[in-house]
Every structure is written in structure tokens, then in C-alpha cells.
Antibody, heavy 118, light 112 residues
Framework: QVQLQESGPGLVKASETLSLTCTVSGYSITSGYYWGWVRQTPGKGLEWIGSVDHNGNTYYNPSLKSRVTISLDTSKNQFSLKVISVTAADTAVYYC???????????WGQGTLVTVSS | DVVMTQSPLSLPVTLGQPASISCRSSQSLVNSDGNTYLHWFQQRPGQSPRRLIYKVSNRDSGVPDRFSGSGSGTDFTLRISRVEAEDVGVYYCMQGTHGPGTFGQGTKVEIK
């Protein structure tokens, strides 16, 4: 059974960097699929942030591309998200997810709330 | 980006009665490979989204057969044949044909 679990600080100061890690169990991230991040806010709903494929190629939402980096850590079967220069608008529940391509997202993490404080 | 518009945004239903959610896209979701990448997700209160339907009408493993998806082009529908208490939550459509993938606003299903 594939499982994903997000981890990272729940509070980040404005203008600093948000960093989250997703640990995957039950499947090797180098075997296939895309590994991505989705965030959810009351105002904007669900928003796809970006993803990385099993070869390390990255794909980002143009609206966030200038501030986002997603990468693999194959030794730990993890992938990570970094968002620089955060503002209050980046306060959200962040989900990691497995995507079979064309956003066929079949597994989600439980989500983690990140609050940006001023 | 492709805009996904769901209606209604709130759907009170009686237990055992059918329910239907509409999702419309701002452009056709037919991909050059012939597939239509329109998916449906359910988010129960306090939980992560869970995929119910992929590529318009393919039900995921473990999803009750009272859930069905249909549609083509720009108009799609999720139907629940007989609503049960466990179906309460928010339902989202998502398109994956045109990058970036985009979600609808969500339809909240509640029991009358």
C-alpha cells in the first residue's frame, strides 16, 4: 500500500523559505510516476504547485515557478518542496501526492498546515 | 489556465436520493492522444482528497458503484445514484489535459 507523509515546520516567517518533505512508503519513487505538491486555501481552493518525475525532471505551475523548487532524495525515498520569499498568501494546507501523468493523482498525503506569520 | 466551473456549489440531498454535480471547462478537455483527462475527487471533512473517477468515467478501486461519471468536451457530470451519510463532503473536478492542471471550486454535499 502506497503511503505519503508530509513533514516540516508549521510556522514560517514572511519573506523566508517554506520547506516541506514528503516521505513515500510502499513504492520506490525512482520506479515511475510523478511526485507533486498541491495546496489548499479557503480562498483559492485546491492549487497544483508542481511535480518531479522519477528521473528528477521538474514541472511547475507558472504562477509559482519563480519561487518554487521540487526535488527528489532517492536515498531516503523522499521528495521535497521549497518556496522562497513567502507571504501570508502562501498560508495553506500542503499535500504531497502521486500523479500517474495528466494529473491522475491517485495517492495523497494527509496534508500539513503551514502558516506564514508576519 | 483552463477554468473549471462547478455547479451547484452547495447541494443538500435527502438520504437515498440521487445527486448530480456539473463541471464545465473553459476549453475542450479532449487531448491530442484521444483521452479526456477529467477527474473527480471527494474530500470528506477533515480528510485529504480521494480520487473517485479518472478520465471522465473510470471508477477507482474501492469506490462504490453508486458513483458514476460522464460527459465529453467541456461538460461533465458526477452522479451519486443514492446518497449515503458517508458521501457528505466536498467534491472537486480537475482537468489534466492542459497544463497546469486545474481544479473546480468544489461542491459541498450535505444531508438535508
Amino acid at each position: 500500500q502506497v503511503q505519503l507523509q508530509e513533514s516540516g515546520p508549521g510556522l514560517v516567517k514572511a519573506s523566508e523559505t517554506l520547506s516541506l518533505t514528503c516521505t513515500v512508503s510502499g513504492y520506490s519513487i525512482t520506479s515511475g510516476y510523478y511526485w507533486g505538491w498541491v495546496r489548499q486555501t479557503p480562498g483559492k481552493g485546491l492549487e497544483w504547485i508542481g511535480s518531479v518525475d522519477h528521473n528528477g525532471n521538474t514541472y511547475y505551475n507558472p504562477s509559482l515557478k519563480s519561487r518554487v523548487t521540487i526535488s527528489l532524495d532517492t536515498s531516503k525515498n523522499q521528495f521535497s518542496l521549497k518556496v522562497i520569499s513567502v507571504t501570508a498568501a502562501d498560508t495553506a494546507v500542503y499535500y504531497c501526492a502521486r500523479d500517474g501523468g495528466h494529473w491522475e493523482i491517485d495517492y495523497w498525503g494527509q496534508g500539513t498546515l503551514v502558516t506564514v506569520s508576519s | 489556465d483552463v477554468v473549471m466551473t462547478q455547479s451547484p456549489l452547495s447541494l443538500p440531498v435527502t438520504l437515498g436520493q440521487p445527486a448530480s454535480i456539473s463541471c464545465r471547462s473553459s476549453q475542450s478537455l479532449v487531448n491530442s492522444d484521444g483521452n479526456t483527462y477529467l477527474h473527480w475527487f471527494q474530500q470528506r471533512p477533515g480528510q485529504s482528497p480521494r480520487r473517485l473517477i479518472y478520465k471522465v468515467s473510470n471508477r477507482d478501486s474501492g469506490v462504490p458503484d453508486r458513483f458514476s461519471g460522464s460527459g465529453s468536451g467541456t461538460d461533465f457530470t458526477l452522479r451519486i445514484s443514492r446518497v449515503e451519510a458517508e458521501d457528505v463532503g466536498v467534491y472537486y473536478c480537475m482537468q489534466g489535459t492542459h497544463g497546469p492542471g486545474t481544479f473546480g471550486q468544489g461542491t459541498k454535499v450535505e444531508i438535508k
